[in-house]
């Protein structure tokens, strides 16, 4: 079985601070990881994911996140905040052995001006 | 491209009935999802399918039903609804599942009443 944390509901930051959100997942297979981000009252947006190679992964909006094998993370990072930011973020996971992908229960950003 | 699209965009039921929720998309996407969104819940598979004529269950399959006759289309049938299945529903696809991020409808919001 494969399942995803994201041991936050809420992580709140002051703009121009850097920002992370976390996330840890557990599955049987080297893992496939994402992030997505949801504006109010839309559907969900990719930022970026972990397929093989460099830890480090660069996405969209200045968004990075980093793949811990041993200590099964997945953290998403931005070094400096800014109060259009401020949403949804989910993390998923798919192991390569799988057809699904499970979403984590989110964690709500809010950026403070 | 109109990318993913859900119809309706509101619905209320009452207990019992019966409906269709509509997705399509037209980027020629093999992999195509369900999800309901529920608050603190996060996003859970219901459904899922890797190609037409080819359908399968996720985390809450129950009170769903699914089909895929075509590439393009990917309804979900409430066959009697309760008010345990008033949710947002997201319909997501991707090219393949090796990897490829999904996007995402903009979602229908169910109430059964």
Known sequence: AQSVAQPEDQVNVAEGNPLTVKCTYSVSGNPYLFWYVQYPNRGLQFLLKYITGDNLVKGSYGFEAEFNKSQTSFHLKKPSALVSDSALYFCAVRADNTDKLIFGTGTRLQVFP | ?113
């Open chain 2, 1 to 113: 491209n109109a990318g993913v699209t859900q119809t309706p965009k509101f619905q209320v039921l009452k207990t019992g009935q019966s409906m269709t929720l509509q997705c399509a998309q037209d980027m020629n996407h093999e992999y195509m999802s369900w999800y309901r969104q529920d608050p603190g819940m996060g996003l859970r598979l219901i459904h899922y399918s890797v190609g037409a004529g080819i359908t399968d269950q996720g985390e809450v399959p129950n009170g769903y039903n699914v089909s895929r006759s075509t590439t393009e289309d990917f309804p979900l049938r409430l066959l009697s609804a309760a008010p345990s299945q008033t949710s947002v529903y997201f319909c997501a696809s991707s090219y393949s599942l090796r990897g490829n991020e999904q996007f995402f409808g903009p979602g229908t919001r169910l109430t059964v009443l």
